[in-house]
């Protein structure tokens, strides 16, 4: 799915850091090691169920805790860096151990109450226990160690900046993927399973947004879904101005053609009819509220099933239409900082050519054209493309031209040599082709911007291997109290 609550670790994490080589962040080899759950296996020379002491020297790139008892490797949730904790150990291997948390002998300074009541189990979050400032200075040392380990960058070369935080770092999130869970209680999965946990109140996502959660739960969870069990997830969008919208995954077919007609004219009533439903209430006034109800068929299809007009966002001062399936940064607060150090470090001029790979609905494309001669920005996401194009035109910008399609396959149809290039690839980072003709093309200056620094680090190698130079890092904080974190990096000819 394009779209959802960024759940549990980035897909490096689950390894052991002293494990981890080029292949587990290379392109062909999954890495499937998630810590499994049970622990049956001890034929590694560890006892199951043992209760030992550990101190923990560090966290690993998913949040979890690292200590070393009788010389292996012994991973714990829960605990903090400098931490004594007693601990249990369920699953035993080769070169490193399992456990679970009984109880904590030493508690680190940097301890915090987390404030979400379902913090324990929830996998949303991996960081409310530590001080909001130490998950800043923990995520910069996660980018620095993969810049050194997988990229084989020396940090005396390169400058790190500290993560740039949020003054208030809650209920920053502008989507939220629901789960249904028993009696049609909507939830979060839990960490690394598919068993869903219902909450009161996200800190995360606005008041409002948990209204609308509640509310969808009685329109659509306790009592009528049993006129569409198919439907299994729905995700919440909410823009800056408190206009909602809703999206529900999967819709069976027949709920198209009216057979729920009860759910779709109580939808209607909700948020203001969209389709022509028979007997449908007038739209409601625009403002602040739900204001949007799509469904996804069977094909994959976006189609609206209530509200009209399009779900937009103000971004460093343009409108943006955004379709139900196309991406946006979840926390325009930090985004607008992310966007802004891409613009600041972009040597450009109204006598250069900028591409922009993977662009999305085209913000940074937009962001990058008023300076520029000329900007091309490439998105495989046929809706995100069409937002793209919409989007120019709104903005009045007309030295932007978008090409559909995967970025791999398709940057031979950009006719201009670009001088500099802003890449933002999803977690799996950039295609190896791209790269080998980013080299080829030789631009003065290559910024990358990345929610994965373990993937980030892979690309910069190569990159760095073909003649560039990474000469700054920002780290931003768009996902706080989780272990995820995003980068911007300028990288200029060596
Ligand atoms: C991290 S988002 C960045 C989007 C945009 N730069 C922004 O800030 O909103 C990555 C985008 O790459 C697109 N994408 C993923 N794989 C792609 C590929 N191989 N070629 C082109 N676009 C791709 C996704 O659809 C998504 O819109």
Redesign the pocket.
Known sequence: M?YGFARGSCWTGGTPWFTMNWNMVGRKKTVKSKYPVNGKNNAAGGVINKVIDLEVLRLTSEGMAVGYYEGKATFVPGLLPGEIGQVQIVEVKKNWQRGKLLGILKASADRVKPPCSVFSVCGGCQLQHLKYEQTLAWKKQWVADALVRIGKIPLDSVTIQPTIGMDDPWRYRNKARLHYGEQGILGYYQEKSKATVPFADCLLISEEMNRWVREAEELLGKGDRKSFPQLTSMTFRENSRGEGMLILDSLPDTFLADVSWPVAQKLGEWVGPGKEWKGAEPAKEAGAGLRWVWGINSSGEPERIAGQGDFTEDVLGGEFKISPL????VNLTQ?RRLYSTVLDWAELSTEKVAW??????G??TLALASKAKKVWG????PY?VADARENARRNGINNAEFIA????DTFRQIIDRPDIVVL???RAGA?KRVLDRLLELGPDQIIY?S?DPGTLARDLEILQSGGYRVAEVQPVDMFPWTVHVECVVTLEQA
């Open positions: 394009p196309a991406f946006l940064q985004t922009d790979l993977y662009c999305g609905i913000t940074i490439i998105e495989e996401n995100a399609g995967k970025v791999e933002d690839p999803p295609h911007v929610c």
